[in-house]
C-alpha cells in the first residue's frame, strides 16, 4: 500500500508562525548570532539557508516529527518571516540542500545555545519546586534510538541483548532537571558505552548551585562523584545499594543516623566523609515490603529535613522519568528513531531537542504561575498542540 506523505497548510497560518515565535523567544536572533560568530559558523556568504534560520529549523523538527523535512524548513523560514515583519514568501529546498545547510552548522552551535538558554525557571515560592528553600532537582539518564545507520553504529554503539545486537544504535542522554517545572536544567549526550557516572563527573561541578537539592538513583553513587557533588555547596539525597556498608555512628532522633563513606581504594578507611543515613520502607504500595530504600544525605542536621520528609521527597525523583517520556513519546511522535544520519547531525538534533523542550516548558510555567498552579497539573501534550495549532490569548511572539 502506497505511503501518502504528510504535509502542512500550503500557506503558513497564524498558529504555525506564532509557533516559530515561541522558538524565538527562548532563542533569540541576536544570541544565536553571537554563538554562531564565537563558533566561526556564521555565513560567509548570503545563502537560501541562513545559518541563524537553519537554527531555528532545527529546533523546529522537534515540534513537527510527522512532517517531512521540506514542510518544517517551509513553515519555519515564513514564520521567521513574519516575525520580521515581512511578507511570508515560499522557500524551495531540496532534503540534499537541507542536510548540507545541517552539516555547515554543525553540533557545536547547538550545544552551545543549549549552555546559554537551558537553566531553572522556578522563581523563589513557585508551588511544587522548592523544599525549605531549596529547588528540587533531580539527576538521571535514559538513550535515544538513533538511524541504523554505519556511521552512527561506529560512534554511538548498539546497547547488549541476549541474542545478537539490538535494532537500532543508542545516544546516552543526561539531564538535570528542575522537578517543579519539567525543565533540563543542563545535559550531556555521549554514546552508548559511556558510563552515567562518567558524563555526572563533568555534568554536576559546573552545574549545581548551593540552592539546589538534588536527587538521584542508586545506580549514581559512587564516593568520588559524592566528593565532587558536595564540592559544587549543593545538598545532596541520593539513594544507595543495599550491600554499602554504613554502620551507626550516632542515632537521631527522627530515626535516622550518621556513618561514613569512604573511597574504595582507601583501604584503611582513613579518609572518609560523614552522611546521614534514612532507611525505610513503603507500605501499602505496589513495592514488595521486602524492599527497603536507603537514602545518603549531606544534610546532617535532622531539623533542617526530617527523615520522613526527605523519604517522601525523594519520590519527586520520578518527575524525571516524566520528561524522558516527554521526549520519547510526546515529542517523538510516531518516530521510532531520531531523524539524522550522521553523528554529528545526531547530536544537533539531539541538543535541538532539547531547546524545543525547554520553550515548551517555559511557556507551561508562563500559564500556570499567574493562576498559582503547580506546571505538574497542565498536560504537556495539549501545551504542545496549542504552540502548533492555536492561536495563544497572549502570544509568546517578541515585540
Known amino acids: 500500500m502506497a505511503r501518502t506523505r504528510k504535509t502542512l497548510p500550503a500557506r503558513a497560518d497564524v498558529a504555525h508562525l506564532i509557533s516559530a515565535g515561541v522558538l524565538a523567544s527562548v532563542c533569540p536572533r541576536t544570541l544565536i548570532e553571537e554563538v554562531l560568530a564565537d563558533t566561526g559558523r556564521a555565513s560567509q556568504r548570503e545563502r537560501l539557508l541562513p545559518a541563524p534560520a537553519v537554527v531555528y529549523y532545527v529546533m523546529a523538527l522537534a515540534l513537527w516529527r510527522e512532517a517531512p523535512l521540506e514542510e518544517v524548513l517551509r513553515v519555519v523560514c515564513e514564520g521567521l518571516q513574519w516575525l520580521g515583519g515581512s511578507e511570508a514568501g515560499a522557500v524551495q529546498a531540496s532534503k540534499s540542500a537541507i542536510s548540507q545547510a545541517r552539516t555547515r552548522l554543525g553540533p557545536e552551535v547547538m550545544r552551545q545555545l543549549a549552555e546559554r538558554v537551558l537553566r531553572p525557571l522556578a522563581v523563589p515560592g513557585a508551588p511544587g519546586a522548592w523544599y525549605r528553600g531549596l529547588r528540587v532537582m533531580a539527576l538521571d539518564g535514559s538513550c535515544m534510538d538513533v538511524a541504523d545507520e554505519a556511521a552512527n553504529a561506529r560512534y554511538f ?191 544537533q538534533e539531539l541538543w535541538g531537542l532539547l531547546l524545543a523542550h525547554f520553550a515548551i516548558r517555559q511557556l507551561m510555567t508562563q500559564a500556570a504561575w499567574p493562576r498559582g498552579l503547580d506546571p505538574d497539573r497542565l498536560s504537556f501534550i495539549h501545551a504542545v498542540r496549542v504552540i502548533k495549532r492555536k492561536m495563544p490569548q497572549a502570544a509568546a511572539v517578541p515585540p
Not at 583501604?267 to 537514602?295: E, F, K, N
Not at 544534610?299 to 517520556?325: C, K, M, Q, S
Open 157 to 347: 554503539g548498539y546497547p547488549g541483548a541476549s541474542r545478537g545486537q539490538s535494532a537500532f544504535p543508542q545516544a546516552r542522554l543526561l539531564g538535570l532537571v528542575e522537578c517543579g517545572t519539567h525543565a533540563v536544567v543542563a545535559a550531556e549526550v555521549a554514546p552508548y558505552n559511556h558510563s552515567e557516572q562518567a558524563m555526572a563527573a563533568k555534568l554536576l561541578p559546573a552545574k549545581l548551585t548551593a540552592d539546589m537539592l538534588v536527587l538521584a538513583d542508586r545506580n549514581f553513587y559512587s564516593f568520588k562523584l559524592w566528593q565532587i557533588a558536595c564540592a559544587s555547596g549543593a545538598r545532596l539525597a541520593w539513594r544507595v545499594k543495599s550491600n554499602l556498608k554504613l554502620p551507626v555512628e550516632q542515632l537521631l532522633a527522627d530515626g535516622s543516623y550518621l556513618s561514613r563513606v569512604f573511597d574504595s581504594a582507601d583501604r584503611h578507611r582513613s579518609a572518609g566523609q560523614i552522611v546521614r543515613v534514612i532507611d525505610y520502607t513503603l507500605q501499602d504500595s505496589a513495592t514488595p515490603p521486602q524492599d527497603s530504600y536507603r537514602l545518603v544525605t549531606n544534610i546532617l542536621a535532622p531539623d533542617a529535613a526530617p527523615a520522613l520528609e526527605l523519604a517522601a521527597l525523594y519520590h519527586e525523583r520520578w518527575e524525571i522519568e516524566g520528561v524522558f517520556d516527554e521526549f520519547k513519546t510526546h515529542l517523538r511522535a510516531n518516530s521510532t528513531v531520531l531523524r539524522s544520519k550522521t553523528p554529528d547531525l545526531v547530536l
